[in-house]
């Protein structure tokens, strides 16, 4: 099965943003509707005010290529909890973070965050790509970066379902903390905090998997 990943920022400036409006619309995922609405209603908007880059993974399906899912990426500070991560994770990340200025038992560190990744439940088009090489996407772009700035770490936060974290952790993510919801978030997912999970991407291997 081949892909192509399409920034989202080249196609508002090669179609325009109407046009590029059309595209997203071709998009469903009744699992998370939080992953629908930003890519129906934000994705475009955060592009253009360079808050989040939207990739989206597109796939030929009989001789047409249709959109099998998409994931987004910024840049977010955040506060971890050292006690929450191992010995070698701390030691690591202290090469990377501030202390924090108001609890010593924290890290005040910026991250790549994966702020959105999902597939296209439309017309079945989820069946044509497993999650495992959405999210290897995701961190070759990231790895992408890194290699040319510098740094080693990725996180994500996620719905708080034992299926979803286990599928994380067997991508080599681990728990670190929550965050509580804002209000505004709260009408596309469910609970009220969402799971942080990190990697350290400085063994990872990026893959050509078009």
Request: some cysteine; hydrophobic content about 35%.
């Amino acid at each position: 099965m081949g892909y192509n990943i399409i920034s989202l920022e080249s196609i508002c400036d090669s179609i325009g943003k109407e046009n590029a409006k059309k595209v997203v619309s071709n998009f469903e995922c009744n699992l998370n509707k939080d992953v629908e609405y930003f890519f129906k209603e934000t994705a475009i908007e955060f592009v253009k005010q360079g808050i989040a880059k939207t990739f989206i993974i597109t796939s030929s399906y009989k001789q047409e290529e249709v959109i099998v899912g998409y994931f987004a990426i910024s840049n977010k500070t955040i506060r971890i909890k050292k006690n929450l991560l191992s010995y070698k994770l701390r030691k690591r990340m202290s090469r990377f973070a501030d202390k924090d200025s108001i609890e010593e038992d924290y890290y005040t560190v910026t991250l790549p965050l994966i702020g959105q990744i999902g597939k296209n439940f439309k017309n079945g088009y989820n069946e044509l790509i497993d999650g495992d090489v959405l999210l290897q996407f995701a961190c070759n772009k990231i790895k992408e970066v890194q290699d040319i700035v510098g740094g080693r770490f990725v996180f994500l936060e996620c719905e708080d379902i034992p299926q979803l974290k286990e599928f994380y952790e067997s991508n080599g993510f681990v728990y670190f903390g929550k965050r509580n919801l804002d209000r505004d978030e709260r009408r596309h997912n469910k609970g009220e905090y969402l799971l942080q999970m990190l990697r350290d991407l400085s063994n990872f291997k990026k893959t050509n998997i078009n």
